[in-house]
């Protein structure tokens, strides 16, 4: 699972006018159904979002993003492994003793 930070460096106005394309990008992270959950900052100064996949999927997806090619974001892209989920614990914890 993959946590993306955008953050904005163009007015709103012009990431307004993007934002159709940012989610019908055919080559994005939306097409492609790597999305779990996305959405605006607030304040808005960027966006977060939540997506599974491979990681070289991933940093093409984005790469892609209308967003990003138009010079109006730029991406972080972490790695995020669930450890806590709303029952508890995601699985159980992993142990390196001998």
């Known amino acids: 699972m993959y946590v993306i930070v955008l953050k904005y460096h163009a007015p709103l106005s012009t990431i307004d006018a993007l934002k159709d ?58 790695r995020f492994e669930p450890t806590w989920t709303p029952t508890g614990p995601a699985a159980a914890p992993v142990t390196t003793a001998r």
Do not use: C, W
């Open 21 to 78: 394309a940012h989610y019908a990008n055919p080559d994005g992270v939306f097409a492609k159904g790597m999305v779990r959950y996305a959405g605006p900052l607030e304040p808005r100064t960027g966006g977060l979002i939540i997506a599974d996949g491979e990681p070289a999927a991933i940093e093409a997806a984005i790469a892609s993003d209308p967003f990003i090619t138009q010079g109006a974001a730029t991406a972080d892209i972490f």
